[in-house]
């Protein structure tokens, strides 16, 4: 019999990457696209999944945002996969923030925060987080309030486990998956009951890596490529990787932005609260979780 996985968290926080590690699987059957999102505007699963291989064991798709929906989107996910298995991944919330506005710094996909430095970001957090979600348009304080929420991970969790039971959960920390893969990925095979002996040899690399392209430009057109393509590059996996080599060819590492203590510290303490939130809940509900640095 298939059954379903679902990988959710927020953005820059590896969903990418172990999309492709499980995907990868011979017992994995994966979307053709990694963010379908349908559940947030679709009501059937069997149109929007490779409906071929029926053998395989796992039918698989990916989509952060899946986290912030909560309890409603929870039921409505609950109700077409109620035996559905959902891995949650999570960040430390403010070096995740760093990773996103690192990203669209170097390559610009929102040109109005690409526009401020990183104090004047963390500002704009500050002056967002405590205004109604409906209240702001479109731009830096919009965006600024977005991306925090998406690190308030223990009240989206909370609704989840009000509608799914915990061991239909599984907790994949950022720092694990970067740490020690093979352990990480092994242990998410071990929770979807495929063979985790696949990853024995099984060589990870990092997806999704902000890279300083050549041409950023050009890239930002080819990024919207990709996306169109996606479904026919996941088909063809090595296709998919030697686009990206092509993109980025003659590109180095993401040159290194400019962060200030002061800011840092200041977006750091803005999550104190949400973090403990977070442990206690963690601990309530998995009690034998082993809990990164950052929320003990």
Same mark, same amino acid.
């Given at each position: 019999?298939?059954?379903?996985? &679902? ?138 309030? &977005? ?150």
């Amino acid at each position: 019999m298939t059954r379903h996985a &679902i990988i959710a968290g927020s953005n820059k926080s590896g969903t990418t990457s172990l999309f492709r590690y499980l995907a990868a699987h011979p017992g994995i059957c994966a979307s053709k696209i990694k963010e379908m999102n349908f559940f947030s505007g679709l009501d059937d699963v069997e149109s929007c999944m490779i409906l071929d291989h029926y053998q395989k064991q796992i039918r698989l798709e990916a989509s952060p945002d899946y986290l912030r929906g909560g309890k409603e989107l929870a039921e409505k996910i609950k109700k077409v996969l109620p035996d559905a298995r959902l891995i949650f991944m999570l960040r430390e919330p403010a070096s995740r923030i760093v990773s996103y506005y690192s990203s669209n710094k170097i390559n610009g996909f929102h040109h109005n925060v690409a526009k401020v430095d990183f104090d004047d970001y963390v500002r704009a957090i500050e002056g967002a987080i405590g205004t109604d979600f409906g209240a702001l348009r479109d731009g830096v304080l919009k965006n600024a309030q &977005i991306q925090f929420h998406r690190g308030c991970y223990a009240k989206y969790l909370e609704e989840y486990l009000s509608v799914f039971s915990a061991n239909q959960i599984y907790i994949v920390f950022f720092d694990d998956l970067v740490n020690d893969a093979k352990e990480a990925v092994m242990g998410v095979a071990e929770f979807l009951g495929i063979d985790k002996s696949f990853y024995a040899d099984y060589i990870f690399s990092v997806e999704n890596k902000t890279k300083q392209a050549r041409w950023p430009a050009i890239q930002r057109h080819i990024f919207r490529l990709n996306m169109a393509l996606e479904p026919v590059l996941n088909s063809i996996p090595t296709l998919r990787v030697l686009g990206r080599k092509l993109v980025f060819k003659n590109s180095g590492a993401a040159p290194r932005i400019e962060i200030s203590d002061g800011s840092l510290a200041r977006l750091k303490s803005l999550y104190e609260t949400k973090n403990q939130d977070l442990a206690r809940l963690l601990c309530s509900y998995f009690p034998d979780i082993c809990l990164p640095s950052w929320l003990r």
